[in-house]
């Protein structure tokens, strides 16, 4: 890995979750925010070579980082308010 927000030579990169019963959904998704993953995620968003898909969680993490404001995006029907209130075009499907 390179400089913080700099693309490692990878076609996917895959990380495990994990959840306890306990933790609020919110909270936890926002851990990452603390992470290089927000700084990797906006420069895959900006290389118009890379085509950004996220699960379950992950367009809340992308909207955290305001990098999907403005932007029409999926999630769990239960978390498509969340997605709105970030400025996000929220799809449900």
Do not use: Y
């Amino acid at each position: 890995m390179g400089e913080l927000g700099e693309l490692p030579d990878l076609e996917a990169e895959v990380g495990p979750g994990e959840w306890k019963q306990d933790e609020f959904i919110p909270v936890l998704l926002g851990r990452t925010l603390s992470t290089e993953l927000p700084a990797l995620m906006k420069a895959a968003m900006d290389n118009p070579e890379v085509t950004v898909s996220t699960v379950c969680g992950g367009s809340l993490v992308l909207a955290m980082a305001g990098l999907l404001e403005g932007r029409h995006a999926t999630t769990h029907h239960m978390a498509l308010d969340m997605l709105g209130a970030m400025g996000v075009h929220a799809v449900g499907l």
